[in-house]
């Protein structure tokens, strides 16, 4: 099993790097990052400061080379350097040091806070909205794959496929603008809902944060909708397929009870392709569902870059897209590692 992850660690790695590299020559080439800093005003002299503080003034090849030196977690910086980026991590060495640090995502054109600090102040509005998101689609899914299957060819069945057809058809943001329309706006006297919110509200008198569930519901449905029409469909074709086998009908032959033979014996032996949608979903939405945070004003990752991409703030940007390609990989290291758990061949 050691060997199992240590390989797919590796393959993780090499995608990681190449993300990195299509980031950089992709974005490098939008505008000029130093008319972007100091805006229309600015003369010559700050422009050249500008120029030279982002390392535009170097080759390509070496400003790629200093790029990945910053965000990488393992990379050689000065005293200087570890003090002008205030760098945090563990260092050793004498003038120059090698460090194990956290990676440094540069500066906002815009707001010159560090991208990393911004991105993370938005990163717990991804996690609970996403969390919420994936829990209405495993536990509504799941049961309502298991039944469609159960129940082939009846009303439940039929009911099913077709809520999940309409689930997988409709794209995020247009069930976001109908859904926020209807109870956030329209029905909003009797729902006590509104279009846009985010995952505290400010108290008037203290002015501290208080955390609001209210504001949360109508986004995560909005988000686990997808997901949850196609763990629907996944579900109920792959327990089709276990329920026609010959462990099963040996299991009844037995006289076990229908729901341990569905539930323990079944659903267990069709887990590996719901697995892949879990885990793959939970990855696209924690990267950021950029469409329902803008629609209902989250404040969450992907508002963060949609906001960045109107100001053309494109450290910002590059770094909410390594952020979304690390989840993506760590998800699909957590799903090997379940297929490992739950079918041992896949680790031959």
Partial sequence: MIQYITKKLFYSL???????????????????PARLVMGQTGDAKTQENIRKELY????????????????????????????????????????????????????????????????????????????????????????????????????????????????????????????????????????????????????????????????????????????????????????LDVLDQDYIRTAYAKGLHKKIVIWKHGLKNALNPVITAITGWFAELLAGAFFVEYIFGWQGIGKVTVDALEKLDYPVVMGAVLISATFFILMNIVADVLYGMFDPRVRK
């Fill in 14 to 32: 090499l995608v990681l790097a190449g993300v990195v590299v299509l980031v950089f020559f992709l974005f490098q080439g939008f505008g000029d």
């Fill in 56 to 239: 535009l003034d170097q080759p390509k090849w070496k400003q790629f080379l200093l790029y990945v030196n910053d965000v990488s977690p393992l990379g050689v910086h000065s005293k200087a350097e570890i003090a002008d980026k205030n760098l945090r991590g563990i260092f050793i060495g004498g003038a120059t040091k090698l460090g194990l640090k956290i990676p440094y995502l540069r500066k906002s054109y815009q707001s010159k806070r560090e991208v990393g600090s911004i991105l993370m102040q938005a990163l717990p509005g991804t996690i609970m909205l996403t969390i919420a998101a994936m829990a209405i689609a495993v536990f509504v899914g799941i049961p309502l794959g298991i039944i469609a299957a159960v129940r082939q060819n009846t009303w439940l069945d039929t009911t099913a496929i077709f809520s999940s057809i309409i689930g997988i058809s409709a794209p995020s943001f247009f069930t976001g603008i109908i859904i926020a329309y209807l109870f956030g706006f329209v029905l909003t006297d009797y729902t006590g809902l509104q279009i846009s919110g985010n995952w505290f509200d400010i108290d008037e008198v203290t002015g501290q944060r208080i955390f609001s569930f209210k504001n949360l519901f109508l986004p995560a449905i909005t988000l686990g909708i997808r997901p949850l029409a196609i763990i629907t469909q996944l579900t109920r074709s792959a327990m």
